[in-house]
């Protein structure tokens, strides 16, 4: 009976470390860049897109697709360090436990 008690304890322990960490990834601001960085876009810790900042010398008609294409792949750049930051936090949080590769905290 004892170990099950702490086991309890535990889990309200984990549950509250967890609750803990998606605060801090939420909190989280990543930049991305792409072009030289000729292109930045900032995200928050869910992926939500928070600024962006294109070089004037973009401002071209001839060069739209090259803009639209640098800033997809700065918006990816920076979803990239997010999920990066996110997999150090959960393997920080969860260092020890029995999980299986892949599956993905917080749920």
Same mark, same amino acid.
């Given at each position: 009976?004892? /170990?099950?008690?702490?086991?309890?304890?535990?889990?309200?322990?984990? !549950? +509250? @470390?967890?609750?803990?960490? !998606?605060?801090?990834? +939420?909190?989280?601001?990543? #930049?991305?860049? #792409?072009?030289?960085?000729?292109? #930045?876009?900032?995200?928050?810790? @869910?992926?939500?897109?928070?600024?962006?900042?294109?070089?004037? #010398?973009?401002? @071209?008609?001839? /060069?739209? &697709?090259?803009? &639209?294409?640098?800033?997809?792949?700065?918006?990816?750049? +920076?979803? /990239?360090? +997010?999920?990066?930051?996110?997999?150090?936090?959960?393997?920080?949080?969860?260092?020890?436990?029995?999980?299986?590769?892949?599956? @993905?905290?917080?749920?």
């Amino acid at each position: 009976m004892r /170990d099950i008690m702490g086991m309890m304890g535990k889990v309200k322990e984990m !549950q +509250a @470390k967890m609750e803990k960490m !998606q605060e801090e990834i +939420a909190a989280l601001e990543v #930049s991305g860049t #792409s072009g030289g960085g000729l292109v #930045s876009v900032t995200l928050d810790g @869910k992926g939500n897109l928070k600024g962006l900042k294109i070089d004037p #010398s973009l401002f @071209k008609e001839d /060069d739209v &697709e090259i803009l &639209e294409d640098l800033i997809v792949a700065a918006h990816k750049d +920076a979803k /990239d360090k +997010a999920e990066a930051e996110t997999v150090e936090k959960t393997k920080a949080l969860t260092a020890g436990l029995p999980i299986p590769p892949g599956f @993905k905290l917080p749920f």
